[in-house]
């Protein structure tokens, strides 16, 4: 009877520790079986608290009263399946007739409660069946980015969503995005893990940070351009807008439209084209935009209507080209001048930190999501790293991307230096390198001095 009693206790303590020191384990242990069991047992009891139940149909009645036995009870959804995974349950239910998925999405917090879970989330699959996806614990607390994750070409992991699942960047779909955020918001370390998928593709990098390069400079091994300064990037954009109009010309030499060739052989992009012939793509980082907004004299506002123009002729036309815009700031209104609301306009992905003010939020999702605004401005200052993600489509969702120190990216563009490619239109702005980039730097190698 001891030893038992000792086993007991030795399993509580490992539980315990679990819970507390890797939560992910103990959900896989014991949180996942004891949760099931809970959905489970009170399954019926708790739709029927939640008002998810339906009167049984005529048929049934009638049935009972011919039969002369007691009316059946009311009808709840059906369950479907009970699947387990790393950070919950997922629940897939066959609506009664007369119900609506906005019914179950209404009911999402007393769910929450009634199957002692930590967040409850619907989500309609088809006409009449409803996802409900549950967490047993806060992903988001302690961020642990899962093993595999799905990498495909041009589509990175760069966070977790509150769900359990994981946030890409996938740049065929969204190819430009907007990113804001105050000050100590985590919208710095975001940006490094954007920074460090993407080193590992075999994809051309550009850097604009405006704050003498403080941020993106350290990383220069990995990056085909870099400009620290306003001037510089005019020039670059520039640049970028003449290598988009080579593109074109090379997409039209060889779209091959004729009557014998298939439909889905007509180039229309660089995806379109043979692998031997695709040019590579660009990703465009620009840090603390605002700075090539802000202007102070006749010959900065010069300046500034070069750098507007051309964002916004390559966020209207890089996609084909394969130019993609990654833009980050700490506010992004028409307050910074003309052409600012036209470039947000074409930038499709919107991520917002903490922000101070409801301005700023309304900046990323006032014209596509004002609940996720809302969402926005309620992030705790305790837990920078915690962002709204959305879209055009008016979804969102809260992530929270995994932190890695500037340490940890430099050593990953050390790594991956030998895949930077050396584009012409952008050789002027290759950054000075102690030696050549292309020779793979050790992982603990310091950082590179530019001059």
């Excluded at 996806?133 to 992991?157: C, E, I, N, W």
Aim: glycine share 6%.
């Amino acid at each position: 009877m001891s030893g038992l009693v000792v086993t007991l206790l030795v399993v509580f303590a490992v539980a315990g520790l679990l819970r507390w020191w890797r939560p992910t384990w103990y959900w896989l242990t014991f949180g996942a079986t004891f949760a099931a069991l809970r959905v489970l047992v009170r399954y019926s009891s708790v739709m029927d608290a939640c008002r998810l139940t339906v009167p049984p149909s005529r048929w049934r009645m009638a049935l009972a009263r011919f039969a002369n036995r007691p009316i059946s009870q009311p009808r709840v959804p059906r369950l479907l399946r009970l699947r387990p995974t790393r950070t919950g349950l997922v629940l897939r239910l066959k609506l009664c007739p007369g119900q609506d998925a906005f019914d179950v999405a209404a009911a999402t917090d007393r769910l929450r409660h009634s199957f002692v879970m930590y967040r409850v989330m619907s989500q309609e699959v088809r006409s009449g069946v409803v996802e409900l996806r549950m967490t047993g614990y806060d992903v988001l607390k302690r961020v642990q980015m899962p093993s595999k994750v799905d990498r495909a070409s041009m589509r990175v992991p760069v966070a977790l969503r509150e769900d359990g699942s994981v946030h890409y960047r996938d740049y065929r779909a969204v190819p430009h995005a907007l990113t804001i955020g105050a000050t100590e918001s985590g919208k710095s370390v975001y940006l490094r893990n954007l920074v460090a998928e993407l080193a590992k593709l075999d994809v051309a990098l550009a850097g604009i940070d405006c704050k003498q390069g403080v941020e993106l400079f350290p990383l220069a091994r990995r990056f085909s351009a870099l400009a620290d300064n306003s001037d510089t990037a005019a020039d670059l954009l520039d640049a970028l807008v003449s290598r988009m109009g080579g593109v074109y010309q090379l997409i039209r030499a060889e779209q091959r439209i004729a009557a014998d060739v298939p439909d889905a052989e007509i180039a229309a992009d660089i995806w379109d084209l043979p692998d031997d012939l695709r040019p590579t793509p660009v990703v465009v980082v620009v840090d603390e935009v605002a700075e090539l907004a802000l202007v102070a004299s006749k010959d900065e506002e010069k300046r500034r209507d070069r750098c507007v123009t051309a964002l916004v002729r390559l966020s209207q036309l890089g996609r084909a080209a394969g130019i993609y815009l990654e833009i980050c700031g700490q506010r992004f209104g028409s307050e910074l001048g003309k052409g600012i609301t036209m470039l947000r306009a074409q930038l499709t992905g919107r991520t917002a930190h903490r922000v101070n003010d409801e301005s700023s939020a309304n900046m990323a999702f006032g014209d596509i999501a004002p609940d996720a605004a809302l969402a926005a401005i309620h992030i705790p200052p305790d837990r920078p790293g915690v962002a709204i993600a959305g879209d055009s489509t008016g979804g969102w969702s809260r992530i929270r991307a995994p932190h890695i120190s500037l340490r940890q990216v430099v050593n990953v563009c050390n790594r991956y230096a030998h895949l930077t490619p050396d584009l012409p239109e952008l050789a002027p702005f290759r950054p000075a390198l102690p030696h050549s980039a292309k020779a793979p730097a050790p992982a603990v190698e310091t950082a590179p001095t530019t001059v």
